[in-house]
């Protein structure tokens, strides 16, 4: 049973940072492409950047890119999103995913999900 489980969030003033983490378990991380994606209240989800199986390939959303790393350690299971710079529209749920699919660039194709972690920006 393949298993995601986010860390790291918080409360944070404009212009900080925060960094994300992201456990999986039940499967091998190198058999799955990962993603962040976040959910505002009273917004759909969003995606905010995907990392390819060996990680040698990212994407990001035109909202993020330039603040946001999404990374990944294969050997201990983990996906990270650092986030600097923040903005007070970067307040959401952040949700980490996982798809097996060979297009992972297609965020319709991720079928594993964590239950999120809140991040709020605010002074």
């Known amino acids: 049973q393949v298993k995601l489980v986010e860390s790291g969030g918080g409360l944070v003033q404009p212009g900080g940072s925060l960094k994300l983490s992201c456990f999986l378990s039940g499967r091998s991380a190198t058999s799955v492409a990962l993603g962040w994606f976040r959910q505002a209240p009273g917004k759909e989800r969003e995606f905010v950047a995907i990392i390819s199986w060996l990680g040698e390939k990212t994407y990001y959303s035109e909202s993020v890119k330039g603040r946001f790393t999404v990374f990944r350690d294969n050997a201990i299971n983990t996906l990270y999103l650092q986030m600097n710079s923040l903005k007070t529209e970067d307040t959401a749920l952040y949700y980490c995913?996982?798809?097996?699919?060979?297009?992972?660039?297609?965020?319709?194709?991720?079928?594993?999900w964590g239950q999120g972690t809140q991040v709020t920006v605010s002074s």
């Open positions: 995913a996982a798809t097996p699919r060979s297009d992972y660039r297609d965020v319709r194709n991720y079928e594993f």
